[in-house]
């Protein structure tokens, strides 16, 4: 079920900021656990009364957010409904009686801020140009989930005129501004030109083209259309472009801090990479499954692999490959908690145009937000210095075990306030201050807005960060090692072994293959 959460400018609220600390900003989450299965049944049947009555109550406001406050509020209805039959006279009471019943029912609707939460106003011009943006800059998945992409289709779906367009406004008549920008967004959102419940794409095309086609929509739409309609048309072809580059790229380089490529099925879609057996760096910072934290020491490690993965991809010749979209989802582990660069999907090989050339123009900036170069995204010019910034980023969630918006500020601050202590992931109990502090203060570095003001990764950053790996793995010589098989680098750079008998084959400094000798 969905969840509406109503922000409350608090400390707790790291990404909002007000100067009256009214704030009233609505974020919905969804939880596929929450609620019983009653209350899971009554949303999917409101759902579908909804849908089945939508060309004869065309109601603008959310029926889960008004289930939620009701059920939160508990409230009940106590003032009868009045209803003025025909002829009949019109007395004050029957009209205090009723203007009390809304007013009861509309006050339990307001959040605890002061303002009526979601959607109430009906314009349904705003979210389709959202879509084209994110979509058209690579972002669309990334913002939007499935469960949000699912949500966007059901409310295009729910308020489809009868006619097959869409108005301005929910009430409003079928218009070619908004039937066009709608029937796009259904396309972008993966619906066929014959798909969606009650043939809605067939139906919407059928209208634009009975009425003049899209060359009707009014001139702020073809501003629209001239974005969108590129990118759509090659839509069909862009997993083949996708599949292409990681098997150009992937099938030239061998590196142990790069995922080795197997194979390949393009007719369907499908790479074929070797097992790595302990998941993203992304997923072992968070823990998902209940899996243990990642020691200090293996965390050194591993920012030390990363580095010297994307050091090799920048090295490349006749032309470096940035990577574009480095981040902790993008870089696995093996067994042996080797980690390794994956998902080159949007890499680029970068033409050396001239000798000396370290940056490239592209024309539309792609990565994964957050993480992406501020000065490659406003300038279209991309260098190797842009995957540095994404480093600095991904060191820094190292560190903390932190989402990464707005987190170099938040480190920056606690640096300056001398608090850095206190931002550092409290599952590692046994933080060494002074390496910590000097590996944030090389992400800080990375992250600079500038790319000139970043340091060179093979000149100044990799040799400082393997010293702060050669520190972790001496100390590990001293301590007991962590368990979960989290031991010292296999000469960084064995190949994945995922047979737990040939362990000590592969990993021969293993703790385990010492105990055996």
Not at 123 to 149: A, D, M, N, S
Not at 405 to 434: C, F, H, N, R, S
Request: proline share 6%; with cysteine; net charge negative.
């Amino acid at each position: 079920m969905w969840k509406l959460k109503i922000a409350k400018g608090s400390k707790e609220e790291p990404y909002l900021f007000s100067t009256n600390n009214f704030l009233g900003r609505q974020t919905w989450e969804f939880d596929p656990d929450a609620g019983t299965s009653e209350e899971r049944a009554a949303v999917d049947e409101a759902r579908r009364f909804f849908f089945d009555n939508r060309f004869r109550v065309k109601a603008s406001s959310d029926l889960i957010w008004r289930m939620q406050f009701l059920k939160e509020k508990k409230f009940k209805q106590a003032i009868p409904s009045v209803k003025v039959e025909d002829a009949k006279k019109l007395t004050s009471e029957t009209a205090s009686n009723a203007l009390r019943r809304g007013v009861s029912f509309l006050s339990s609707l307001q959040a605890s801020d002061g303002h009526w939460p979601a959607e109430n106003a009906g314009p349904l011009f705003f979210l389709p140009p959202l879509v084209f943006c994110l979509f058209v800059t690579g972002h669309l998945h990334e913002i939007f989930t499935k469960e949000h992409r699912r949500e966007i289709l059901r409310y295009i779906y729910c308020h489809q005129n009868e006619d097959g367009g869409w108005g301005l406004h929910i009430e409003g008549h079928s218009t070619m501004f908004c039937t066009t920008l709608n029937y796009i967004c259904l396309r972008i959102l993966g619906e066929g030109p014959n798909e969606g419940p009650g043939n809605a794409c067939k139906r919407a095309r059928e209208w634009i083209l009975g009425h003049g086609g899209a060359t009707y929509i009014p001139s702020w739409g073809k501003t629209w259309l001239s974005e969108a309609t590129p990118c759509l048309q090659s839509f069909g072809s862009y997993l083949h472009v996708f599949l292409y580059i990681q098997v150009e790229v992937l099938s030239c380089i061998r590196h142990p801090n790069i995922v080795l490529l197997l194979g390949a099925c393009p007719e369907f879609g499908i790479l074929v990479y070797e097992y790595m057996a302990k998941g993203s760096l992304e997923d072992r910072l968070f823990m998902r499954g209940n899996t243990p934290p990642i020691t200090w020491q293996l965390r050194f490690r591993i920012a030390a692999e990363i580095a010297t993965g994307l050091l090799f991809l920048h090295q490349t010749k006749p032309e470096p490959i940035v990577h574009r979209d480095l981040k902790p989802g993008n870089v696995l582990l093996d067994y042996n908690y080797v980690s390794k660069i994956s998902d080159v999907g949007l890499a680029r090989l970068v033409p050396a145009v001239a000798e000396n050339v370290t940056q490239y123009r592209v024309t539309s900036a792609a990565g994964t937000f957050c993480y992406i170069d501020p000065e490659y995204q406003q300038t279209g010019m991309l260098g190797v210095k842009s995957d540095v910034y994404s480093l600095g980023i991904m060191l820094l969630q190292i560190l903390t075990a932190k989402q990464p918006m707005g987190l170099a500020y938040y480190v920056e601050q606690a640096i300056e306030e001398g608090t850095l202590k206190d931002m550092l992931d409290p599952a590692v109990p046994d933080w060494p201050m002074e390496e910590a502090m000097c590996l944030a203060k090389l992400a800080l570095q990375c992250a600079e807005l500038r790319r000139k003001d970043r340091p060179d990764l093979g000149k100044e950053l990799l040799p400082e960060i393997n010293r702060l790996r050669d520190i972790g793995e001496e100390s590990l010589e001293e301590s007991v090692f962590y368990a979960d098989s989290q031991g010292r680098s296999p000469n960084t750079s064995q190949v994945s072994i995922t047979s737990t008998s040939d362990e000590f084959i592969s990993n021969p400094e293993s703790p385990a293959a010492e105990s055996q000798s």
